[in-house]
């Protein structure tokens, strides 16, 4: 009986051992798994893509027609990277817009950008308004003008009545980045190209002598010279002035005029801006056919030619240079944009600044903000075309129709901002 005893409580105290076990180890194996739960997972750090190009290498042109209004519609997301340039230069557009797509967004790409696609206009020569063999001047001369700017810093470099070296706006980005000057003229010019390693070469072609020869042959008509002896409406210099009352400019233009439009426009403009909203600004021109020697137009003008600031957008301009320069139509563009307006009530604000002052003034302004929304204004002509690459569009050719003749031009002044 005594053995009976002790054989179950061996038995029971066996079996409270055993449960016990399987608790401890239930509960060890829960802690195991809510140690596992808690630990931290690395954070990823992958870079973001910002981009959404997916154009095709060679995409065709396409042409449309728009008033003066924004593309705000189209999204952000869809507009940058992006490069637009003044006139139907394509083949200038789709080289800037090929660099541009060289890295992801455009990163650090809109200085070659610019420079490089105006380049290609300088190179090709579009319509004998950009680069060598165009718009002689009263010596059978071509002198080119060129600019860049850069919207972050506001550096500017600039070329003015460069002679003998045809990379202009390749010289002015020498000037922005070799120096702290703003322009360098003439053959000071040209003096500081050659020992930047720019090689020396005639801007005059056949075709641009016998321009020359033509206008020379036609008592110099049109020309830029007013109240001088020999009367300029009917023959040629050299002039000494004439003692006369100041009369305004434009009562003497009707002979000095040129007809401003695709053949005779005298600059590309263009804007390349990245997804990181960098932006920067070119131009070139041969400037204006029969020109005094030693003028300057707008075009390597920082405000007139083209003007840029990542904190709000750019503008370029092209027409009339001699009237347009004195209105600095691209930083009032910008300016306007900083204040509020839409690009396209920017490029029609800086428009109407001009024809208020200049009835027969001809001429154009592309404004574009930071986010690459853009429009472009126009007066003096039927319409202007210009030409824009982004994600949403692959080099396509567009026009606009200009403002209609305007006898009395109300301009409202801009807003003021705290």
Sequence with gaps: MLRISCWLLCCAALATLGQSTKVESTEASSSSSASATESPIPKST????????????????????EQPQSNAANGSNLTLPMVINTWKFPEANALAWRILKQSEGGLRQTRNAVVEGCTKC?????????????????????????????????????????????????????????????????????????????????????????????????????????????????????YAPKATPLTRWKEDRARTEYKIGQQHHDTIGMVAIDANNQIHTGTSTNGARNKIPGRVGDSPIAGAGSYADNEVGAAVATGDGDIMMRFLPTFVAV????????????????????????????????????????????????????VVSSPAEATTVKTVKCMPSMVDIEVVTLKKTL
């Design 46 to 65: 992958q870079f973001q893509d910002v981009s959404t190009e997916a154009t095709p290498t060679a995409a065709p042109t396409t042409t449309t027609t």
């Design 122 to 238: 300088e190179q090709i020569q579009c319509d004998g308004t950009v680069g060598y063999g165009g718009s002689p001047d009263e010596l059978g001369e071509t002198t080119l003008d060129a600019m860049v700017m850069d919207g972050a810093t506001m550096d500017v470099g600039a070329v003015a009545g460069l002679i003998g070296v045809r990379d202009a706006i390749r010289v002015a980005r020498y000037v922005l980045e070799r120096t702290t000057h703003t322009m360098l003229v003439g053959q000071g010019a040209t003096n500081f190209a050659v020992a930047m390693g720019f090689r020396t070469d005639s801007l005059v072609t056949p075709e641009s002598r016998a321009m020359w020869q033509q206008w020379k042959a036609e008592n110099c008509q049109p020309n830029f010279w007013q109240r001088v002896n020999p009367d300029p409406k009917i023959s040629c210099g050299p």
């Design 335 to 386: 300016e306007a944009m900083r204040a509020g307006k839409t690009p396209g009530e920017a490029a029609v604000e800086a428009v109407k600044r001009i024809v208020k002052h200049y009835k027969d003034f001809a001429g154009a302004v592309i404004a574009v903000n930071r986010l690459g929304h853009y429009a472009a204004a126009c007066y003096g002509m039927p319409e202007f075309p210009f």
